[in-house]
């Protein structure tokens, strides 16, 4: 392919009135300048290997402003010299060279790095400096919807995505468990204790944070050792970079032997979350003002700085999803300070990370917003705005009342697989941050609960850690499609630039984790309007446009994940009308209508598996497969594919959370999506033959007996590697659906959806946990 390459222009950091923390300035890379250093030519070794000599890597903390992070690029006769203040700044530097020089690019979908024969001049050297001090990366919830299964490679090849897109604080929570296992077992408790309260290997999110406690468990012992190895691996590679990785700390939660074992110790037991039962949810919360809780904390934060070392910030979530037991301000005054000066007592830098997450529901008012965060000193505590792009609460919350904050793209559900962004919000919203009166903004970060989908939401977001103001979009995409390939195609940035317009341009606070309905438990009452935020036929015309592109980008492996994931939401929309059509046969009584519409749904959806069987990004194998990779015996190996399956479909014992974490892989689209459908349709028609009204509860109970429930005790296994040809069968389901979107129902569907933009749910909290209590 012929490489193209551009001018840059060269940025100035913005200027802002930010208000400054001395009591983070603490805050340093461990490593030395010259570890860092050695650490970038690394990753630039694993990247473009051979091409690797011709970059000179340089670290120097002297070449730019206190606390924040600076890179410089410049031709000299033997190649590209990169300079950074850190790691991180140096890697970021490599980054901007391999894009807007080479016009590479470097995903979680895999790499576009073909060089130059000869390595573009720098004719002006270049100089950017960030525009804060922090990029943060991770959700609580992304270690168990994507990085769950995980072994050192793939880390690997996510601490080099992480230091390339500039990220410098990112969470790090592999490994806690051996720390919380050896602290309460010195005060007393047993294995059996231990079993009872961690989650299994695909639930300790939600475990660690208080929600659950046992489901998919017990966890072996195994399991445990080996993730406490796996942490050094992953803490080492961060720091090597200049990272600062924030760990775990005790927010409160407790096993339930702790009224055996402590009679005198003051304990409530939280509501219960999700559907889950008092077995798995009603966890117990230790008073904050029992002097337990301190002698826990410290425990805790001493026993993983000996095992870990430190870097002296950390990350505690006491009440995520959970409504506190009282309203009165000193109570939630307390929990901040028990939780803070607990963290304390094991470091006395100690710096309280938090997700602020929980402040979306209802019962967060602003006084009590403000009980909890002032009642750590200001500059120890660091508040996520989580969901930032859609409902920013720094400008509700006064800039959290003087508390640093950190804004955040949060984009993903689950790890829910659909084209969704909300790029106007992205491009605007840090710099709107940045100017808020009196702003305490150190940061932009990314908390997506899953990931590997909608790559190009993440490469426009971290740009603007350095971007000085808004980027025209069509400008950017175009050169973002140029990098993704390494070669210009007019097709493709023609598709491109209507998808940034269109499905990644959501205005209308929609979000993505329920909009798939073909990965949801059918009905004859789903709201199919409420799930479409952009025109159909914009989409559909990508498809075409990207298949017009096919000839010149085939080579392309990322046009091999693109062209596979635009034709996966297209048939996911077109399934829309057969969906409609099933729904509509049934209230109208026809027999026949059930039976046409029924049979195109399910033989659409055995293509989409076809479809996704060609791409190794989209195989269910992968994740059931990296599960099983932890098995030390038979047992294990069970247990840990349960949870891979479950996980993904019914979500707990009984379908508390069914389809939250839905995926469209090829292997649960043929034998579980397909064969639900498949009855949903027989059921209807015998409704219909027998004359029997419609019962969503004995369906329920039926479908999970007969389909669902069975497929998660399975243990075939499924293929790791793609069979076919993407862009070949792409063109074969366009020529055969094509045809069908030019129905008026597409048009319809499109106007209606527009009357019901953004539901009736006000903010992304508020859907999430109607999904989760089961109201949608």
Same mark, same amino acid.
Request: charged share 15%; hydrophobic share 40%; with cysteine.
């Given at each position: ?7 840059? +222009? ?137 990085? /769950? ?44 204790? +231990? ?52 760990? $775990? ?20 037991? =939280? ?31 001493? %026993?993983? !700085? ?22 009165? $301000? ?23 990370? +938090? ?40 400008? &509700? ?63 426009? +977001? ?32 023609? /598709? ?52 017009? /592109? ?17 034709? &996966? ?23 026949? %209508?059930?039976?046409? !519409? ?9 293509? =989409? ?7 190794? &990004? ?9 599960? &099983? ?31 939250? !974490? ?50 998660? =005790? ?63």
């Amino acid at each position: 392919m012929k490489l193209f390459c551009i001018s840059v +222009m060269v940025f100035m950091p913005i200027v802002t009135a930010l208000i400054d923390f001395p009591q983070l300035n603490h805050i340093k890379p461990k490593a030395t300048p010259e570890q860092q250093a050695q650490a970038v030519k690394d990753l630039i070794s694993r990247l473009i290997k051979d091409r690797a000599s011709e970059f000179n890597v340089i670290v120097d903390p002297s070449i730019g402003p206190n606390n924040k992070d600076t890179f410089q690029l410049r031709s000299t006769e033997n190649g590209i010299e990169v300079t950074g203040t850190s790691g991180v700044s140096a890697s970021m530097g490599f980054y901007y060279y391999l894009k807007y020089y080479c016009n590479g690019q470097r995903t979680w979908a895999g790499q576009q790095t073909e060089l130059p024969p000869t390595l573009p001049v720098i004719t002006t050297p270049i100089k950017i400096t960030t525009n804060d001090k922090f990029r943060y990366y991770q959700n609580v919830c992304t270690v168990s919807y994507t990085m /769950a299964f995980w072994q050192w490679p793939r880390w690997e090849q996510e601490i080099d995505w992480m230091a390339m897109q500039g990220i410098n604080l990112p969470l790090a929570f592999t490994g806690q468990e051996a720390i919380f296992q050896r602290v309460y077992m010195s005060l007393g408790f047993t294995q059996a204790d +231990m079993d009872g309260f961690f989650g299994g290997p695909a639930f300790l999110a939600w475990a660690r944070m208080g929600n659950i406690q046992g489901w998919g468990g017990p966890l072996p012992q195994m399991w445990i050792t080996n993730k406490l190895v796996l942490q050094h691996q992953i803490l080492e590679r961060m720091r090597l970079f200049g990272m600062i990785p924030v760990l $775990p700390a005790f927010a409160g939660h407790v096993p339930s032997g702790i009224t055996r074992i402590f009679p005198q110790a003051k304990v409530s037991r =939280l509501g219960t979350w999700s559907n889950f039962n008092t077995t798995y949810s009603g966890t117990y919360l230790l008073d904050f003002q029992d002097p337990l809780f301190n002698k826990i904390s410290k425990a805790f934060i001493e %026993a993983q !700085a000996n095992e870990f070392g430190t870097d002296h910030i950390y990350n505690a979530d006491t009440f995520n999803e959970m409504t506190p037991t009282s309203s009165d $301000p000193t109570y939630i005054s307390n929990a901040g300070k028990a939780v803070y000066y607990g963290m304390l007592a094991g470091d006395p830098q100690a710096i309280w990370l +938090m997700q602020g997450w929980l402040f979306y529901d209802s019962y967060w008012t602003p006084t009590l917003v403000k009980a909890l965060v002032t009642s750590v000193p200001q500059g120890r505590m660091i508040v996520l705005d989580l969901d930032s792009e859609n409902g920013p609460l720094y400008q &509700r919350f006064e800039s959290y009342y003087g508390q640093p904050f950190i804004w955040c793209m949060l984009h993903n559900f689950g790890g829910t697989m659909e084209l969704y962004g909300a790029v106007d919000s992205i491009n605007k919203g840090p710099f709107a941050g940045r100017q808020f009166p009196n702003s305490t903004m150190i940061g932009i970060g990314l908390t997506p609960e899953g990931i590997h989908q909608n790559e190009v939401m993440y490469e426009f +977001m971290m740009e603007n850690s350095w971007r000085t103001e808004p980027r025209d979009i069509d400008q950017w995409v175009t050169q973002y499609s140029r990098q993704r390939y390494g070669a210009d195609s007019a097709d493709a940035a023609v /598709a491109w630039k209507l998808l940034m317009s269109s499905v990644y341009n959501a205005t209308s606070k929609i979000w993505d984790f329920d909009h798939v309905l073909i990965t949801q438990r059918p009905t004859t009452n789903s709201d199919i309007h409420s799930n479409v935020w952009y025109n159909p036929e914009d989409l559909y015309k990508v498809w075409d446009a990207m298949l017009a /592109a096919s000839g010149d980008l085939a080579g392309s492996q990322l046009f091999h994940y693109d062209i596979t994931d635009i034709t &996966r939401n297209c048939l996911q929309t077109v399934a829309l009308k057969f969906y409609t059509d099933l729904n509509t046969g049934f209230n109208n009584k026809n027999v026949n %209508a059930v039976k046409v !519409a029924g049979a195109s749904l399910v033989d659409l959806l055995a293509d =989409l598996d076809h479809l996704l069987s060609a791409n190794e &990004r989209f195989l269910l194998g992968t994740w059931i497969a990296d599960a &099983r990779s932890w098995a030390t015996d038979a047992d294990e190996s069970k247990l840990y594919e349960y949870n891979a399956r479950n996980q993904i479909t019914l979500w707990g014992p009984n379908g508390e959370i069914r389809d939250y !974490a839905s995926k469209q892989w090829a292997g649960v689209t043929a034998d579980f999506y397909k064969p639900r459908f498949d009855f949903f349709t027989q059921w209807l028609v015998q409704l219909l033959q027998n004359g029997t009204a419609w019962d969503g509860n004995v369906f329920s109970k039926a479908i999970m007996a007969q389909v669902e429930a069975p497929w998660t =005790l399975q243990q075939y296994q499924y293929p790791t590697t793609p069979t076919g040809n993407p862009i070949l069968i792409s063109m074969y389901f366009h020529s055969k659906y094509r045809p069908m979107t030019k129905d008026p129902f597409f048009t319809k569907l499109w106007q209606e959806s527009q009357v019901e933009k953004g539901g009736k749910y006000k903010n992304a909290y508020e859907r999430k946990m109607a999904k989760l209590s089961g109201k949608i």
